[in-house]
C-alpha cells in the first residue's frame, strides 16, 4: 500500500475533554475506494473520532490528513467541501422543510450555489433533477412533498444518508444508519448503503456485526480510545484481544 | 414555512386595489394605510431573521432609526434627493447590520435576544446624547423635499403622490423580499432556522450566511426607517428606542412569522388597533397587551397561522362530509 492512494491519513491522534482522554494515540488509514468499519463497545469513543475527522472538536494532539493536506482544526463545512460527508447517530435533518427541500439543500452546497440570488430555486432544472435521482436512488420520490419530521424512523434515517450522499463526497462516513431499526428496515438500508456508496471511500460506524461483515472490506475495532486491531473481516474474526473485548469469547450479541 | 396560498393573481388584485385606493378613502385613512405600508417592509425585514432564520432579535430598531437618522440628516445637510436619502438611509442600516452582526450572529438563543437588546440601547443612547448631530431628545425636523423627474417636478408634500410614492418604494422592497424568499440563499435561511449544524456539515458557512442575512434584514429595515422619518418629517429618539423595537417584534408575532405576508397582517393590525384604541381608550396601551398575551397563548403562529389551522379544519370538514 503505497502512501499516494491513501485518502484518509491519522497518525497519532488524541483527544482529551477536560483531562479525560477519550482518542488516544489513534492512528488509521482509508484508501480510495475502500469500505472500512468501526467497532467496539460503547464508549469507545468511535463518534468522538469521527467528530475529529469532520471538525465538529480539534484534536488535543495529533494530526488528520485527507488528500495529503492537513485538515484537522478546519471548520467542519470546509472539510465538507474537501470531499468528505458526514450522517449522524441521531437523525439530523431539517424536519421543518420538505423531503425534497432537505436533499436539494445539500445539491446547491455541492454545486457551489449557496448566496445565489440571480436565480429562483424553481426555475433550476439541473439542481432539481438531481434531488429526484438521489430521491429514486434512496426510495423517498413518493414522499418527495411531505415534511422530513413527519416521516416514520426508517425513513428519516434513510433521509440522513441522502443528505450525506448527495453533496457527492469522495469519503462517506457513516455513524451507526442502522441504528434503532428493525431487521427488515436494516436490510434494506444496507442494501441501500451498498449500491450508494460504490466506489466510494465509506468510513461506518456499526454495531450489528451482520451489517459489518456483509459491507466492510476492512475492520478497525476502537477501544478505550485506541486502535486495538486492524485488518480483513476474518482476520478481525479471529483475532483474540478483539474477542476479548468486544465480540464476548464466542458469545454474539 | 408553509406555501404561500398567494397566487399572483391575488397580488395584481391587491396592487390594483392600492392604487385606486386614494379615490376610495379619504386623507385621514389614506395616511393611515401609509403607515401599515411602512411598518409592513420593517415587520418583513425583521422577519427575515425570526420567522425564516429563527432569531429572536429585540434591537431591530437600532437599524431601522440608523436609516432613519441618515437619511434625514443627509436631506438636511446635504440636500440630497429623497429616493437617494432613503436608499442610503437603506446602506446605514446595512452598514450597522453587518458591523453589530459580526458579533450578534454568533449567538443563539438568550445571548442573541440580548445583545441585541443591548446593541439597540447603545446606538438609543448614542442618539440621545449626541446632540449636535441627533438633536438629542427635540430630534431633527425638515421638510420633505419635492421629487424631480426628468424635468418635472413631483410636489411630493401632496398626501396623494406621497402616498403613491410610498407604495412604489413598498411594492418594490416586498417584492425583493419575497423573491428573496425564492433563491438559494432564502432556502438556507429556513435550513438554519431548521438545524444550523446539519447546514454546517453539508458545506454552508452558517455563520457568514446568517451574517449576510442580519445585513440585508439591517438594510430593509433602514428603507423603512427614511420613509417613516420622511413621513413625520421629523426624527427623534423614538425611532430608535426600545419601544420601537417590541413593536416590530409584536407585529411580526401577531401577524405570524411563518407564512411570508404574515408580518403584513401584523404590522396592519398593529396600526389599526392603535388607531382605534388611541382615539377611544386614554390606557389603550393595555389593550394591546391583553390582544398580545391571549395570542402568545392560544395562537402562537400568529393570525396567519390561526387563519391556516381553521382552514385545514374547515378542508377537512368539509371533506369528511362529502364522504359520508
Known amino acids: 500500500m503505497n502512501t499516494t492512494s491513501k485518502l484518509l491519513d491519522i497518525h497519532g491522534l488524541y483527544k482529551d475533554f477536560r483531562g479525560v482522554e477519550v482518542i488516544k494515540d489513534l492512528s488509521l488509514s482509508v484508501c480510495q475506494g475502500e469500505r472500512h468499519a468501526i467497532i467496539g463497545p460503547n464508549g469507545a469513543g468511535k463518534t468522538t473520532f469521527f467528530n475529529l475527522i469532520t471538525g465538529r472538536y480539534t484534536p488535543s494532539k495529533g494530526d488528520i490528513y485527507f488528500e495529503g493536506r492537513k485538515i484537522s482544526g478546519m471548520t467542519p463545512h470546509r472539510i465538507n467541501r474537501m470531499g468528505i460527508s458526514r450522517s449522524f447517530q441521531i437523525t439530523n435533518i431539517f424536519p421543518g422543510m420538505t423531503v425534497f427541500e432537505n436533499i436539494r439543500s445539500a445539491i446547491f452546497s455541492k454545486k457551489g450555489i449557496r448566496w445565489s440570488f440571480r436565480q429562483r430555486v424553481s426555475t433550476m432544472n439541473d439542481v432539481n433533477q438531481e434531488t429526484e435521482d438521489i430521491l429514486k436512488l434512496i426510495g423517498l420520490d413518493s414522499q418527495h412533498h411531505l415534511l422530513a419530521g413527519s416521516l416514520d424512523y426508517g425513513a428519516q434515517r434513510a433521509l440522513e444518508i441522502g443528505i450525506t450522499l448527495a453533496t457527492d463526497p469522495k469519503m462517506i462516513m457513516l455513524d451507526e444508519p442502522t441504528a434503532g431499526m428493525s431487521i427488515e428496515e436494516t436490510r434494506e438500508i444496507v442494501a441501500m448503503i451498498d449500491r450508494t456508496t460504490q466506489g466510494k471511500a465509506l468510513l461506518i460506524i456499526e454495531h450489528d456485526m451482520e451489517v459489518v461483515f456483509s459491507l466492510a472490506d476492512t475492520i478497525s475495532v476502537i477501544h478505550y480510545g485506541t486502535v486495538l486491531a486492524s485488518g480483513p473481516p476474518e482476520d478481525i474474526r479471529n483475532d483474540a484481544t478483539v474477542k476479548e473485548a468486544y465480540l464476548g469469547e464466542g458469545s454474539t450479541c | 414555512m408553509h406555501r404561500s396560498r398567494f ?7 391587491v396592487i390594483l386595489l392600492l392604487l385606486v385606493l386614494p379615490k376610495l378613502i379619504s386623507e385621514y385613512r389614506l395616511n393611515l394605510v401609509i403607515t401599515m405600508m411602512i411598518y409592513s417592509i420593517f415587520a418583513l425585514s425583521y422577519n427575515m431573521l425570526f420567522g425564516q432564520g429563527g432569531l429572536l432579535s429585540f434591537g431591530h430598531a437600532a437599524y431601522f432609526g440608523f436609516g432613519a437618522y441618515t437619511t434625514v440628516i443627509l436631506i438636511k445637510q446635504l440636500e440630497v434627493s429623497l429616493p437617494l436619502g432613503i436608499m442610503l438611509g437603506g446602506l446605514a442600516g446595512a452598514f450597522l447590520g453587518c458591523a453589530f452582526g459580526v458579533f450578534v450572529v454568533r449567538l443563539r438563543g438568550v445571548a442573541f435576544a440580548l445583545l441585541t437588546l443591548a446593541f439597540n440601547q447603545l446606538i438609543y443612547v448614542t442618539a440621545e446624547k449626541w446632540r449636535s448631530v441627533t438633536g438629542g431628545e427635540d430630534g431633527i425636523a425638515f421638510m420633505r423635499p419635492n421629487l424631480f423627474l426628468g424635468g418635472w417636478e413631483i410636489d411630493l408634500w401632496a398626501t396623494l403622490n406621497w402616498y403613491y410614492f410610498v407604495l412604489i418604494v413598498t411594492v418594490f422592497s ?14 438556507l435561511n429556513l435550513c438554519m432556522r431548521e438545524n444550523e449544524e446539519r447546514a454546517r456539515f453539508i458545506g454552508y458557512n452558517t455563520y457568514a450566511s446568517r451574517l449576510l442575512i442580519y445585513t440585508l434584514a439591517g438594510f430593509f429595515a433602514g428603507i423603512a426607517g427614511g420613509l417613516a422619518a420622511s413621513f413625520q418629517e421629523f426624527v427623534t429618539t423614538t425611532f430608535i428606542n426600545l419601544d420601537k423595537a417590541t413593536d416590530v417584534l409584536m407585529m411580526t408575532f401577531i401577524g405570524g412569522g411563518g407564512t411570508f405576508f404574515g408580518p403584513v397582517i401584523g404590522a396592519c393590525a398593529l396600526t389599526l388597533i392603535n388607531d382605534l384604541l388611541s382615539s377611544w381608550l386614554e390606557r389603550w396601551a393595555i389593550v ?12 402562537p403562529n400568529g393570525l396567519s ?6 382552514r385545514e379544519r374547515w378542508d377537512a370538514q368539509k371533506r369528511g362530509n362529502t364522504r359520508s
Open chain 2, 305 to 310: 397561522g390561526l387563519y391556516m389551522s381553521i
Open chain 2, 7 to 13: 397566487t399572483w393573481l391575488q397580488i395584481v388584485v
Open chain 2, 174 to 187: 416586498i417584492g425583493c423580499l419575497w423573491y428573496l424568499t425564492l433563491t438559494p440563499l432564502g432556502r
Open chain 2, 288 to 299: 394591546q397587551g391583553g390582544l398580545f398575551i391571549l395570542l402568545v397563548l392560544y395562537a
